[in-house]
């Protein structure tokens, strides 16, 4: 039996182009409502089920305005922080220029954190509370964003080194030829060589459905406080770390200490492991917040 050859990425990252809109809707921002929306739906009914005593669907819906601002602002300037802050000292205009793209999941996880830490404290309730509360409603829309990564074509991983991947058009071998070239090239198989690791698909299983999964069951039962929360930094930071192995690094950065492996993810990720076993370990001996069904 042969194994089946590489795809072609062939989509228009524009899933709806308008006349009165040069830019059109994208299929990204789309994964983005997704995300959002999925994010709502789990969230109310989490909250009809009681699983944030004393909050309502009221309640519900300012965490989740609050966790949408901290997603968009903290992901943007995260990532002018991490991956572009050369770009912004010289134009910090470049900081608001969104339709060139750029958010940082970890700047946006530390603008959840800092709306999750925001509405607690209106609500006088314990941050990991919320936290262990909201853990299970992120990893949808880290999926989505990843089908949006795949779509757009970007952050593509490595060569396969095989006959199977995918052979992605915005990657740097490419770069002067136009697609039709590219698909002449493709359908006679001069193209093979070229396919590279859909790292994207990676993380949106891993990222995604597992820790969806992982998480949803988990928090089925009530869990000491902090081990929801732990969990999430724990299977982020893991799986990242070992997506980033077979991802082509950001070009702007390239990879770190001149070790020809190390990369800006892997080295942002590597505290949420650490994060995530103290967390662990403080759950053992914190108390568990038992539901009060509305």
Partial sequence: MTMPGPILHDIDPIALHLPFWPHGIHWYGIMYLLGFGVAWWLGLRRIRAGRLPGADENGFGDLLFYAMLGVVLGGRIGY????????????????????????????????????????SLKQKR????????????????????????????????????????????????????????????????????????????????????????????????????YAVSGMFALMYGVFRIAVEFVRVPDEQIGYLFGTGWVTQGMLLSSPLVAVG????????RSPTLVPVAT
Avoid: C
């Avoid at 220029?97 to 509405?119: D, Q, R, Y």
């Avoid at 076993?277 to 053992?284: E, F, I, K």
């Fill in 126 to 225: 314990h941050v990991f509370d919320t936290m262990d509360f909201i853990a299970p409603l992120v990893p949808p829309g880290l999926g989505f964003g990843r089908l949006g990564n795949y779509i757009g074509g970007e952050l593509f991983g490595k060569p396969t080194g095989g006959p199977w991947g995918v052979i992605f058009p915005h990657a740097p071998e490419f770069n002067g030829m136009g697609m039709e070239q590219i698909r002449t090239q493709f359908a006679a198989g001069a193209l093979d060589g070229y396919a590279r690791h859909p790292s994207q698909l990676y993380q949106a299983a891993l990222e995604g459905l597992v820790m969806f999964l992982v998480l949803y069951f988990m928090s089925r039962q009530p869990k000491p406080r």
């Fill in 80 to 119: 002018v922080l991490f991956y572009a802050f050369g770009d912004f000292l010289v134009n910090p205009l470049f900081l608001f220029k969104i339709n060139e793209g750029g958010m940082s999941f970890h700047g946006g996880l530390l603008g959840v954190m800092m709306a999750v830490a925001w509405w």
């Fill in 277 to 284: 076993l103290l967390l662990l370990w403080l759950s053992r």
